[in-house]
């Protein structure tokens, strides 16, 4: 993990799903990254994953619908194909179980 405040890099446990070209949006208000999409091996990522800072972990993030009934909010992540159109799109809880 690289901290841009020091420049340091340090090691942290594996992601479910090693990717690159992703996108890392921190979550106002709380300790996570949402790092979703990419590709890996030349095939897209179609998942995410949740980046804690605290615990220095990776984290299932909750789709939207595996959290049902909750109001809360989402963020929505398009993936694009080889023609640049928005291939799929998954919607993403931002505030689901891994806050704890």
Sequence with gaps: MYDPATGAVSLTEL???ARQGHIAIHLAGSDRVLVGAGTAH??????????VLS???FAPAPEAASVAGD????????MLGPDGNIRTEKTYRTN???QQ
């Excluded at 030349?42 to 980046?51: M, N, T």
């Excluded at 109001?71 to 398009?78: K, L, V």
């Design 15 to 17: 992601m479910a799903a």
């Design 42 to 51: 030349g095939r897209a990522v179609e998942s995410a994953e949740l980046f």
């Design 55 to 57: 615990r220095n972990a």
């Design 71 to 78: 109001p809360g909010p989402t963020i929505t992540i398009g």
């Design 96 to 98: 689901g179980p891994a």
